[in-house]
């Protein structure tokens, strides 16, 4: 807009209300001025709005946001200054200011603009990011995650997952990175910056398929001459290269002569307790005698442990990994003993035995994850979490384990997209409706929470669960 069309409307404006309306009038011409990146019409307008009232805060905001734009650092500062010295709990002036710090590298001096803002207006989601971005500039990371997480409880924007996973693959966190990232493309399929994100943290995490997925959407939305498209194809070329292996084949499962399994229920019977469907496991013991017996003692120990006689079950199985070193279902049958006799570090120790001689064992790395949670060592439980879902990515119980062991860590923001994948992938599974209704409730989101909770209560009705029946019902009730 021309410097004389600008003076025609702010003359037009001046004739018009009292004098608090034509202030207004002139700071809203000033912001639309700056919305259609007009930076000198809208200067001429906040020059004439501190004019006309020198002493009002939004007169020197709005000074402060074009100066801001036409890159004049230390003078928009002076200008926040002055609207903040008029009303300390104007929050634009505050953010304004913080991100001027940021920009001018003070970052420690902009986390107290923002500290100021988020006591101000603890509702307001971007406030909490700009504080958690304050936090990452200061190298406080875990601090400046959880500011994040605040921001997603008040709203799921895709910027702000982003922004989570990318703090994360900084510190490290490759897996719950690519959480992050797949939940931002969840949210926007068109969001290039989250697909190229997901692509190489899954490129680095050797997930071949969701790599190519995610450079494959990236190509569909980004534009031509996006410096990252070539980039992106170069990545495609080395996935379709050196793509993962196929699996080795397993050995076939040891068969057993009718006589010979007569002779393991002879062994069921002694130990008075009645066999339950899948209490049978395919040990790895060469020779016919040492299967025999080794699966005697695994369905015996098994047995009892289902019985509830696990001091019973421990002894039979402690004398089988004795004895049977090598069967990784000794070591699994151990630890699910260790972790009802309330022992998870000694369950870890046991289930990393078996995951040395076979970590290709879906349930060994669940158990895994159950043992570290227990034992509060939530990045192990993780870890074994992701192994698992590698393995069996379509697993509905697999996401929600992840989901209880974010949960367990307090992580409460991942723990809800885990348990969504969960109810997704185990849309039958009452108790994975019922631990995303309870954490959304959890959160706040009373709304969200309704429908997974009334799932739940209809699934375990028809399952005969009471139990959970009864826990969604008392959710629903709370919720009002």
């Not at 006309?52 to 650092?73: C, H, I, M, Q, Y």
């Not at 130990?271 to 899948?278: I, M, T």
Request: aromatic residues 4%.
């Amino acid at each position: 807009m021309s410097g004389s069309t600008v003076e025609s409307r702010i003359a037009d404006l001046l004739k018009r209300g009292s004098r608090d309306e034509q202030l207004a009038s002139l700071c809203a011409l000033g912001r639309e001025l700056l919305a259609r990146e007009d930076a000198d019409g809208a200067l001429v307008v906040a020059d004439r709005a501190v004019r006309f009232d020198g002493r009002s805060p939004a007169a020197w905001t709005l000074r402060g946001e074009v100066l801001a734009k036409k890159n004049r650092a230390g003078e928009a500062v002076g200008c926040f200054d002055r609207a903040l010295a008029a009303d300390p709990a104007n929050v634009a002036a505050l953010v304004g200011k913080a991100d001027l710090l940021v920009r001018l590298g003070s970052p420690a001096e902009a986390l107290e603009q923002y500290e100021e803002a988020v006591k101000l207006c603890p509702e307001v989601g971007h406030l909490w990011l700009n504080r958690a971005r304050s936090l990452e500039s200061a190298g406080r990371e875990q601090e400046a995650l959880e500011s994040i997480d605040r921001a997603l409880t008040l709203g799921d924007a895709p910027a702000t997952w982003l922004t989570r996973g990318n703090l994360l693959a900084k510190m490290g966190r490759d897996e719950d990175a690519k959480t992050s990232f797949a939940r931002a493309v969840e949210l926007d399929g068109g969001a290039v910056d989250a697909w190229h994100a997901l692509a190489l943290v899954s490129a680095k995490l050797e997930d071949t398929e969701g790599a190519k997925r995610a450079c494959h959407r990236l190509l569909e939305a980004a534009k031509d001459d996006d410096p990252r498209v070539s980039a992106i194809r170069s990545l495609l070329f080395q996935l379709d290269r050196h793509g993962p292996q196929p699996p080795q084949l397993r050995r076939p499962p040891h068969r057993i002569s009718s006589s010979r399994m007569r002779r393991v229920s002879r062994s069921i019977k002694a130990v008075d307790v009645p066999l339950e469907s899948g209490a049978i496991v395919e040990p790895a013991a060469e020779s016919d005698g040492d299967y025999e017996d080794t699966l005697a003692e695994l369905i015996s120990a098994d047995a009892l442990h289902r019985a509830g006689r696990h001091i019973e079950a421990l002894r039979k199985v402690e004398s089988l990994v004795k004895t049977a070193p090598k069967e990784a279902n000794g070591w699994v049958l151990r630890a699910r003993i260790l972790l009802a006799l309330g022992k998870p570090e000694v369950a870890a120790k046991s289930i990393e035995d078996a995951l040395a001689l076979d970590d290709r064992s879906v349930p060994a790395w669940k158990l895994a994850a159950r043992a570290f949670a227990d034992a509060k060592k939530y990045d192990r439980a993780l870890d074994a979490v992701a192994h698992a879902e590698r393995l069996a990515p379509n697993d509905g119980e697999v996401h929600r384990l992840r989901g209880d062991c974010l949960v367990a860590a307090d992580r409460h923001t991942e723990a809800v997209y885990a348990f969504e994948k969960a109810v997704h992938y185990g849309a039958g599974d009452a108790e994975s409706w019922l631990a995303l209704g309870r954490m959304l409730r959890l959160l706040r989101r009373a709304t969200a929470a309704k429908e997974p909770l009334e799932k739940a209560r209809d699934l375990a009705d028809a399952a005969g669960r009471s139990d959970l029946a009864a826990e969604a019902r008392s959710l629903l009730a709370r919720l009002g």
